[in-house]
């Protein structure tokens, strides 16, 4: 079938698609397509038969002409039509809501969305809000139960209650406040119990109560002269009421006016009336559908798949549904939602995750997901998602463990047995068995594989082989998680078991035992067979083992590794083949095996997907290449695209179904690239890529509340702005706020309405005027400053959803006012009070000049008198200079003398034996000379003369005192008292230094001193 595409593709880019997608298209279809080729001859022997010439011979340029046109717009549209639905009938995935999380009454009717993307709902507390993390109630004022509520295009939401209506608006501080407007109503209409229904048709308004219409205009109301209404809608653009025991009417101007040809309506309640193709669609209670046609005026029956089921669970609610669909809630069968031509395309009830089976509201918002009101909760249900959930063994909804596409059929493997189904079998959702057990399979199951054009099962009872319905086990002696060919042994396989390998070779068409291999009994999960035929097993908490396969498989070689051969840990490692080769996965980072080195080295490429710490748990490839992944923290898809010679990696985070999956033996098995299958705790997750619009309803940021937290906590806002009176999604720059310095704390709660990925999504802020930058990106929801100073600044938040999808920036103004000390009014005082303290200062200061002036004369004169004495005492303290130096020169000369006296002594004896004449005579010539510079007892008369002046009389008082004193005492007193050392002194004195300290001992006694007194400080404080 295949080479029949190749041959009607006429270029590389038809043919790679067409291959792509093959798999697809139904033998029938490629039956079809077989007799393209012939296709433009067949145009062009009609022709020539019909013009009765000779046949036509098209050349082979124009066939292939004629060919690509009808390929490009009859084949591929219809190809692409077929890659929009999904694989298997799925659900959506659906949140509940109960009376318990949202703390309001049980009943939820009504539904609306403000351009906030905020929804609210008709509780029978009151008016319920939810924006995605926060539930508000805001009764009505008489306590009534809520039972309809209606937005208008310019935000303000109007309510009806029992005996009450009115209107939402925000207040100042942007809460919801109601005001009723039933004074506007004629005194007489006033009394009109429930409010059913209500509309919005432009500027008008309209509401129903049990026997009663409104109308609101321009702040007027008008009552309609009707009769016990049951029934009101707007369809295409009108008001369709009806009245009992009567067709439909509808309003125009004010009046009513019966719609020809519905009057066989009396006998049936209608419940909805919807706009399709130029006609209405009209469901009645009894679960009728039936087709009104304006221009011939007449009912007839609409065909379609669900009759018998909406006659037996009774219609309540139909609206128009996202992708032309038909969404209808009933009393007893839960949702389902049909196309314009009659067909279910899904049904959602209590036995998948519905909290009830009666729908009391319904709603589509801005994302294109569905919201139901229920009597006893609220379910938010996941329309515009890629992902539903797909449970082959129906309401036991058995763990996920593998899933497969075998021949036109798909396997997948519960914990309960393996089921199958038919890939080319029609979808109907009515219709709960859409999958039925394989015979034999009943119990935990692991894997599926081919092998040798066999589908294998990984059973927890062994090994089998799957035959149409049935499994026939060929092995039973353990479990088997998986099996894989031995491309260097023909005709053998591999299987992975809770104790290690056993391998397996085809023998009359009957896969015979060969036996486990010896010494290695790990348990074998992650098999996987490079392209040398070597196989590799991967342990979760045993390290990798690599089995070199020998020509007796029973002898292949078994080499462990672990943390000593490059991996980060012996804990944590996995196994996968991506592009052919083998990719390992450990505790941190991803590593590819080195053969040379023998190592396991850091994988470059992925590391710098996913960074290299990050711990992949597993990978898979895709048929075109790309890549999923589940790490600790994300499940998502590399979409891996040729860019030139480079490839270009767009990382796509689908973290939603990460807490839903298998964990620890998640599987993932891509039946082609936009159709995959995730095994999950309960059942299967199915993707299908053509299902989803990321782009579908932006998102909006919200502010829950802003509270100051000082002094005390008080609400500043509640979320809605206004423009004008009116509701608004952003604050003017105009409108900041002002609050007083003492209240300088505040706290900012937000959110998203972004339903579907709430859990994931991440946000992140700045305050203007305070921080420098943005915060990183978090989950977190609050931010709280405190003591922020006088300015004004500027809240900022942003939020971004797993897929990088990023919110407009949502902006708060406001304006911190200074304290009052720093006031206009305080600055006004202070200039006052400066003023005076200047002028103050300025007398002041004059008077002080005069004074100032005065004391100046006075002290020039002392200062003449102080300068006059500092000149004497400059005078003494030169004199007292002078002293010192005649002092020193003094001793200076006594040394002298002393030294030629001791020559002039020496000569004399060297004279006295002398025995030459001549010498005798120049000898003694010499000492004469000698003599003459002698002024020993001069020099040191004049000494302590000095020195008596420079110290008060030193000499005297130490002779007064002691005058046994001699004069060697006295000059070894003076050394001292000039604290001089006593080698210094043994040298003045031509003495030792033992004669020193003899003297200084004889010095002591004369002045009688202790052992324990110093001599040196007795002398200097004398």
Known sequence: MVRIFHHLAVNNTVACIVNKYSRLISPALFFSYSILPQFPKFILFYYS????????????????????????????????TLLAQPLVPGVPFIQSFSKAVYQAGSQNRDIVQDQRGVIYLANNNGMLSYDGTFWKLYPLPNLTILRSLAIDEQGFIYAGGQNEFGRFEPN???????????ARIPEEHRNFEDVWEIKVLGKEVYWRSAGKLFRLLQDEVYVYPARNLVFMDTVEGQIMVQQQDSGLWYARGDSLYPLKGTASLAEQLVMSVLGLEGRLLIFTNDGHTL???????????????????????????AIPGPSQHLIAGTTFGGILSLDTRGEVHLLVDQSNELLSNKISGLFVDK???????????????QLNTPFTKVFPDHELKGTGQAACAY?????????????????????????????ELVANSRGQTWGLDTVGG???????????????????????????????????????????TYFGLSFFQKRNGQWQHLGELPGFEESSRFVEIDRQGDIWIAHPYRGVFRVIPAEDLLRSEVIPYGEQDGLPSDLHNHLFKIGGEIVFCGARGIFYFDKQQQRFLPNARFNSMFGPDTKVRRLQETPGGHIWYITEDEVGLLNIRDRALEKEVEKINFSAIKHQLNAGFEQIYPYRDEQVFFTAE?????????????????????FNEIRLTQPTDSLVFAGVFTQQGKPSVFQLVEDRRQFPHAMNALRFSYSATNYTEAAYLQYRYRLRGFDKDWSAWSRQKTKEYTNLPAGTYDFEVQCRTPLGRQSDTLRFYFEILPPWYASPLAYLLYALGMGVAIFTLVWFSMRKYRNLKEDHIQSVARSNKEIGKLKQENVQAELRHKQREIISTTMHLVQKNETIHQIRDRLKAIKKMARDEKVTQELHRLIQLLKHDEFLDDGWEQFMFHFNQLHGGFFNRLKADYPHLTPKDLKLCAYLYMNLSTKEIASLMNVTVRGVEASRYRLRKKLGLDKDDNLTEFLMQY
């Not at 038969?49 to 390929?71: A, D, E, Y």
């Not at 100042?172 to 039933?182: D, P």
């Not at 046609?293 to 007839?300: G, H």
């Not at 927890?460 to 260097?488: H, M």
């Open 291 to 317: 087709l009104y046609d304006p221009q011939q005026q007449q009912l007839q029956a609409w065909p379609n798949r669900a009759t018998s089921f909406l006659k037996q669970n009774r219609i309540e609610k």
């Open 682 to 702: 309960q059942g299967f997750i199915q993707y299908t890529a053509s299902e989803f619009d990321p782009a579908a309803g932006p998102f909006q940021l919200v």
């Open 454 to 496: 066999e589908l294998l099962l990984g059973h927890n009872y062994g090994a089998f082989v799957v035959k149409g319905k049935e499994a026939i086990r060929f092995y039973a002696d353990q479990g088997v998680w998986s099996f894989d060919a031995l491309p260097t042994h023909p005709g053998t396989m591999v299987a992975g």
């Open 367 to 381: 994302s294109r997901n569905l919201w139901a009101g229920l009597e006893n909760g609220i379910n938010h249900i």
């Open 407 to 435: 021949g036109d059929y798909l396997y997948l493997a519960t914990n309960n047995g393996l089921y199958r189904r038919k890939l080319s079998q029609a979808f109907d959702p009515l219709s709960k068995q859409h999958f």
């Open 172 to 182: 100042a501080q942007g809460e919801w406040v109601f005001h009723s407007l039933c």
């Open 49 to 80: 038969n019909r013009k009765k010439t000779s046949p036509v011979l098209i050349k082979p340029r124009l066939q292939k002409v004629l060919t690509r046109i009808f390929i490009i717009f009859f084949l591929l549209p219809l190809c692409g």
